[in-house]
């Protein structure tokens, strides 16, 4: 089984910048050169939508258009850690922030953290 821990959330003002960050732990899956980790986020009353995503392999990155520019997906490959750093943050960013991992790009997300609120004010 597979643990993924988020942290790094909280209360900011509009503008402002967080850093999130998301280990796991319990079962390797390095054996899998194909993974990838990946933050969703989920506000109250709406669908979870993606946010970014991260090969392990390779490091390339993803991002939905609506954070393009202002966050930046990163990973520690020694400590299996994920990092989602959020500049310039709005309002419309509020939600709690989920990571993720894919044991195959391309196939759904196999793992599933507990989240950590992110919470903008304007």
């Known amino acids: 089984q597979v643990q993924l821990v988020e942290s790094g959330g909280g209360l900011v003002q509009a503008g402002g910048s967080l850093r999130l960050s998301c280990t796991a732990s319990g079962r390797t899956f390095t054996t899998y050169n194909n993974y990838a980790m990946g933050w969703f986020r989920q506000a109250p009353g709406k669908e979870r939508e993606f946010v970014a995503r991260?090969?392990?392999?390779?490091?390339?990155?993803y991002y939905s258009d609506s954070v393009k520019g202002r966050f930046t997906i990163s990973r520690d490959n020694a400590k299996n850690t994920v990092f989602l750093q959020m500049n310039s943050l709005k309002p419309e960013d509020t939600a709690n922030y989920y990571c993720a991992v894919a044991l195959v790009v391309g196939k759904g997300y196999d793992y599933w953290g507990q989240g950590t609120q992110v919470t903008v004010s304007s």
């Open positions: 991260i090969r392990w392999s390779s490091g390339t990155t």
